[in-house]
């Protein structure tokens, strides 16, 4: 048999659950005795219980809804530096990865990019030309003005010796990105707005535009200078977020 020292009882109530716990507990003005104060606790504790019980719940609903999305994005930013590493079968896996996880997701807030053209890109890298186009084109019905994945369309079919089409894709989607270049820089009150600062990218587009309307292509010329007006755009918020005012390190030499 238990002894209880109702002062003591009396006097717990008081100072801890009312004054200290009482956020936790609600304990009333008055002393209930010690086994009422454990009912009440008891009662408090399994409410608090399913509580957490409901919140876990709800946590993995949230985890297993956004679980492809997660994936899908950690395998394109992985994919888009191994990109810039030339590593681009690593890149074409990481990119496959992140379509099969979620193939409506789109990567980045300064300038958005379905993952399809992320994939179509690498496909083009690693020669699957055909893989490609279809990548490529499937992007582009989602978003017929990604300037970005036309150009790649235009260098894929080029590739498979449609070259009137594929010359006017590239031209399309050179100009493409000039323009939106332009009107970003001139309208935003963002980062955005120190885009290639000191026209790197515009002016090498300006001479590719040129190389692809003379009568006579070098088309491993153009082919090769498009690439890498490309990958440059590619790199150019990552670059602009890490210092505005600096000189790009991109390669434009033949």
């Known amino acids: 048999m238990i002894l209880v020292n109702q002062n003591f009882s009396s006097t717990l109530c008081s100072r801890c659950f009312r004054g200290e716990f009482s956020e936790f507990f609600g304990c009333g003005e008055t002393a209930l005795g010690l086994g009422g104060e454990m009912n009440l606790i008891v009662g408090r504790l399994e409410n608090y219980k399913m509580k957490a019980l409901v919140a876990l719940f709800s946590l993995s609903v949230l985890v297993s809804a956004c679980g492809g999305a997660f994936q899908a994005r950690s395998a394109v930013a992985l994919g ?34 379905g993952v399809f053209s992320y994939l179509g890109r690498a496909q083009y890298l690693n020669g699957q030309y055909a893989q490609a186009r279809q990548s490529l084109e499937r992007d582009l019905a989602r978003d017929p003005g990604n300037s970005l994945s036309r ?20 031209v399309w989607g050179l100009t493409g990105i000039r323009y939106y270049i332009n009107y970003v820089t001139s309208d935003a009150n963002d980062i955005r707005r120190f885009w290639d600062r000191h026209n790197q990218i515009r002016d090498a587009i300006a001479s590719a535009v040129k190389m692809a309307e003379s009568p006579n292509v070098n088309w491993n010329a153009l082919i090769v200078f498009s690439e890498r007006i490309a990958l440059a755009w590619e790199q150019e918020p990552d670059f602009t977020r890490m210092s505005p005012e600096m000189t790009r390190p991109y390669n434009f030499n033949p």
């Open 80 to 113: 888009r530096q191994e990109l810039f590493r030339a590593q681009n079968q690593d890149a074409l896996e990481s990119f496959e990865v992140a379509a099969r996880e979620d193939p409506g997701y789109s990567f980045g807030v300064d300038r958005s990019e």
């Open 151 to 170: 150009l790649y369309l235009g260098l894929t079919l080029v590739r498979l010796n449609e070259r009137e089409k594929g010359l006017y894709d590239i």
